[in-house]
């Protein structure tokens, strides 16, 4: 049995799945861009889902960006553990090369008044 479900449907999994995964994520953008890629001597245009993350440095797992300490979480880690729980949870492998999916994580600094 097959579920059908729309974009809007799928975005609202995806960021809901992040929001409680990924502790601090301030939001997610969905943007869909052109993208034309080759194999076997062809090229072929397809629409690739960019997710864009944007967290509070300052915040990410309860760490500091700012200043990473070798057992503290660092921009890599993070990018590694967002793109695992997609590939684990929703199966959507953002690092593979023909994937229709990529995400981009934009740390943006908050100022709590």
Do not use: C, H
């Not at 245009?45 to 997710?51: F, L, P």
């Not at 994937?99 to 100022?111: A, F, Q, R």
């Amino acid at each position: 049995m097959k579920i059908i479900i729309t974009e809007s449907q799928r975005n609202n999994i995806i960021e809901r799945l992040l929001k409680s995964s990924i502790p601090n994520i301030i939001d997610i953008k969905f943007k869909d861009i052109p993208v034309t890629v080759w194999g076997d001597g062809q090229s072929k245009n397809i629409t690739k889902t960019v997710i864009n993350i944007i967290v509070d440095p300052g915040n990410v797992f309860e760490g500091n960006l700012y200043n990473v300490k070798p057992e503290s979480y660092s921009y890599m880690t993070l990018k590694q553990s967002i793109g695992e729980t997609l590939d684990k949870i929703l199966n959507i492998n953002v690092s593979a090369l023909m994937s229709p999916y990529t995400y981009e994580i934009y740390i943006v600094n908050t100022k709590r008044v």
